[in-house]
């Protein structure tokens, strides 16, 4: 063979064979490459599910945080309102009873006006009459309380007696008016509160 072909296949295996050797490293290089981009892409594929995670369990946070306030200021709105509810039944429970007495102690005027006279019985019935209507309400009282203003109401209604002395009605009223007085108060201040 000539020596220029002997050359040639020399130079043509060589170039094969670099070309081959250089392949191999190619293809070496873009497994590694792929292998990186691979890790580099679930790295950043965690950070987003981690970012999601953290962003969803903010949310929920917030959410709960929303949520319990709103229950707080609903439950605030519900006693206020309770306890204002409470406090005009006390007060319309209060202003019966004395509205009772007051009837009832006309009726006692003027049934001991009307002693020794032909409208002393019936006078004595209308008597009867109120101070039935004022049990009735004291018993109001009593449910709504509290017991100082039902003790107060319960005075009030023994200063009414036919044998009570006539000077302890205003004083037992009065009574009763400042413990009715201090209940709604402090109903209010709790309301308010």
Same mark, same amino acid.
């Given at each position: 063979m000539d020596e220029a072909v002997v050359t040639a296949l020399i130079a043509a295996?060589?170039?094969?064979?670099?070309?081959?050797?250089?392949?191999?490293?190619?293809?070496?290089?873009a497994k590694r490459q792929a292998a990186a981009a691979w890790a580099a892409g679930e790295r950043q594929a #965690?950070?987003?599910? #981690?970012?999601?995670?953290?962003?969803?369990?903010?949310?929920?946070?917030?959410?709960?945080?929303q949520a319990t306030a709103q229950l707080d200021v609903a439950r605030r709105t519900l006693a206020e309102q309770t306890l204002a509810a409470q406090r005009e039944v006390r007060r319309a429970a209060y202003v019966t009873f004395l =509205?009772? /007495?007051? =009837?009832?102690?006309?009726?006692s005027a003027a049934w001991q006006s009307a002693i020794g006279t032909a409208e002393e019985s019936p006078r004595r019935r209308e008597y009867d009459v109120a101070m039935g209507a004022v049990g009735e309400a004291l018993n109001v009282v009593r449910l709504e309380g509290? #017991?100082?203003?039902? /003790?107060?109401? #319960?005075?009030?209604?023994?200063?009414?007696?036919? /044998?009570?002395?006539? /000077?302890?009605?205003s004083m037992a009223q009065g009574e009763f008016l400042d413990a009715a007085r201090a209940a709604l108060a402090t109903a209010q201040s709790a309301a308010d509160g």
């Open positions: 295996g060589a170039a094969i064979g670099g070309g081959a050797l250089t392949g191999c490293f190619a293809l070496v290089a #965690e950070a987003a599910w #981690e970012a999601g995670r953290q962003q969803a369990a903010a949310a929920w946070d917030a959410g709960q945080l =509205s009772r /007495t007051d =009837s009832a102690q006309l009726a509290p #017991e100082p203003v039902a /003790t107060a109401a #319960e005075n009030l209604l023994g200063a009414l007696a036919a /044998t009570a002395p006539g /000077t302890q009605h």
